[in-house]
């Protein structure tokens, strides 16, 4: 059973049953769509990884952006490190091991002065951040339940109990899930997943919270958030994403 806690919530993590599934897109949309109904919220992501030079990352950057708040780098986006590994990987071959007491200061000082902070993880929730601590850590770590964002097509089922069963295995409020990106014509697959993941995930008390259209080019370029927002206001449970936060 869903673990128990009450609906206001001062952040939230945002997870995926696996890379490439959306999170920074629906993470960013979500932070935009907040903002647009009078909530403050600050977004960051804890650790980059795939990235090279002075610049912004560009998932952090699209995470900063959604938020519209002028914030440094090292705040939104802690740790950033160049091969696209697994944070704790990309870590221990440069050399420079994730801080977790950096981590803690920077969701700290976005928590004080916001209703809400969105945070992105790297890849899923038991993907390490340093050899020590995943992402289910970091969220018992802040009190964060978990936002799952999943894939339409086949596997999906699979993944997303798994995620699930693992969050609460660590003691985790699960929001809910989020499907992202289902094809215009779906295949017989992708078609019944929604369905068959609302009746497996039901006696978990975890809702199916919305299932997001496939939008070509949404994880690239600046703004890919403003699609996304609007996909999430038409299609997601508004009435559950607005008990997540105090009212503003």
Not at 39 to 48: L, N
Not at 80 to 99: I, K, W, Y
Not at 132 to 155: E, K
Request: aromatic share 4%; net charge negative.
């Amino acid at each position: 059973m869903e673990p128990p806690g009450g609906d206001g919530v001062s952040g939230i993590l945002v997870t995926g049953t696996d890379t490439g599934v959306g999170k920074t897109a629906v993470a960013a949309g979500l932070t935009a769509l907040l903002r647009g109904e009078g909530f403050r919220v600050a977004a960051m992501k804890p650790a980059e990884t795939g990235h090279t030079g002075p610049g912004w990352p560009a998932d952090a950057a699209c995470l900063r952006e959604a938020s519209g708040l002028d914030l440094p780098r090292a705040t939104v986006v802690p740790f950033v490190f160049a091969e696209p590994l697994a944070p704790n990987v990309a870590a221990r071959g440069e050399g420079r091991p994730v801080d977790p007491l950096a981590l803690d200061a920077a969701y700290a000082e976005l928590a004080a002065g916001h209703d809400l902070v969105v945070v992105e993880g790297a890849g899923g929730l038991s993907v390490r951040i340093t050899d020590d601590l995943d992402h289910a850590d970091l969220a018992r770590r802040w009190g964060l339940p978990v936002l799952v964002v999943a894939r339409a097509g086949l596997g999906t089922l699979n993944h997303t109990l798994l995620t699930v069963s693992y969050a609460h295995q660590r003691g985790l409020r699960v929001l809910g899930v989020v499907v992202n990106g289902m094809p215009s014509r779906p295949d017989a697959a992708a078609a019944t997943n929604p369905d068959e993941m609302r009746r497996i995930l039901a006696p978990l008390g975890v809702p199916v919270l919305g299932v997001l259209p496939w939008m070509e080019g949404v994880d690239t370029g600046a703004g890919r958030w403003r699609p996304m927002e609007g996909a999430l206001r038409r299609h997601l449970d508004l009435a559950a994403m607005r008990a997540w936060v105090p009212t503003p």
